[in-house]
């Protein structure tokens, strides 16, 4: 049988590779393939670092996926001597290499990534890629001194007493300190990005499945699209060739949008009738039935933290699992938390790229810089590191918190819990409200041909009679 570290190594080897086709899709191969061999081996070590970070980050969003399925594996088959390596620690093991190698590279890897593209070596040094590792150590630790400062200052105003005892002790009291609050801040993040993330689930995966053609002529649309191309095109010749360079670049970009259009049109018409008609609505009930049940848990979870102590998310040595299930409702209940914590990470994601803080961060296939892609990388670990204390908080699940992810200090405090549930719940509902109504009634101008209206007509103002005339026409 297979040793626990052994399954581990065997687990993030698997990991770092996808990893390494995901940044080597994303990333700018200018960068790499330079006349300069110094700039192009810094560069493909930072690259490892940060593919180091994402699997990292990977394997952290699996971890209560992978605990959860084998304690239902366990249960499923308890004396099967296939599943002997299956147990208590090595779970516990893996929450715990995942725990340290996410401080790893949080406070050191990504920083060390960033800071070694930046240097030069210091001014007089010889240079080479020793000056720049010595440069890059100065500054980190320049920074680990600025940032443990930070913390101690931060402490002693909280706790005046206990700082001041334990300033020479940094492994047990500031590093614990310094990442619980880095986890709560993912967990606020987290917050404010998974409701958005989920409203914008809708539009995402509307974009990328074929809409039922609701009272639209296809064929119209095609012709007309057809026509301002070429409209457009003659537009770029006639600028061409008369050297007229102002509106030169606004026309091409509006003709790449028409053709783009013209494009989806064309994917629209050689669609099968089961993907027009039966893939889009579908999807959209999936996604809203994954909302729906989202929200419920939630709000099941507040109702347990007003009557059970247990409810409250807290830490665990022994996981003991193949005892019993993490769910009322068996391995069915089970699969789908499972679901619904990857579709909360996944929702989690688009909401950070989606908002406006963010939007220069999201990377481009083949054309994405190496700081983007470690600011990429040490999110999206800030993220997945705080997705298993997301999931535990807010009740998804009730696999307790392993390691050192359950001794974080605002883990016991009811109110901060209670209040977080209460706001994930709010947010995520209004945001589901807003979207819904505005996509209905956005569907409904564009299938009632109300879009073609000039800006000046208030559609609020147009009569019901119209509107149903101009629907039952396009009907028949």
Known sequence: MPKPPKICVL???????LSHFILTHFKKNAEFVTDDIEDATVNKIALWLCTFTLSVAVCAVLLLPISILSNEVLLTFPHSYYMQWLNGSLIRGLWNLVFLFSNLSLVFLMPFAYFFTESEGFAGSKKGIM????????MLLLLSLLVLGIVWVASALIHHNTARE?????????????????????????LLCTPFGLSRMFSVTGSLLVKPRLLENLEETMNCTAFEEASLSRKLKSNTYCWISANTEAINNELLSVQSKRIALELRKKASPWQRNLGYPVAMLLLLA??????????????????????????????????????????????????????LMVSSVVGFYSSPLFTGLLPRAQDTTLTQIIGNCVSLLILSSALPVFSRTLGITRFDLLGDFGRYNWLGSFHLVFLYNML?????????????TWALQRELIRAFGLHRLPLTVSRSTIPLKLLLANGLSKIH
Not at 12 to 17: A, E, G, Q, T
Not at 424 to 436: H, P, Y
């Open 290 to 343: 994954l909302t729906a049940v989202s929200v419920l848990m939630v709000c099941f979870h507040v109702l347990e933290l007003l009557f059970d102590e247990s409810a409250m998310p807290r830490g665990m040595e022994d996981p003991h699992l193949g005892l019993a299930s993490f769910s009322m409702f068996g391995s069915l209940g089970a699969a789908v938390q499972v679901v619904i914590i990857l579709y």
């Open 11 to 17: 687990l993030f080897i698997c990991l770092y590779i």
């Open 131 to 138: 000056a720049r590792v010595y440069e890059t150590a100065v």
């Open 424 to 436: 994930f719940a709010g947010l995520t509902s209004a945001c589901l409200i807003n979207t819904v």
């Open 166 to 190: 334990s300033l020479y002790d940094l492994w047990e009291y500031y590093l614990p300190h310094l990442y619980s609050g880095i986890s709560l801040f993912g967990v606020l993040l987290l």
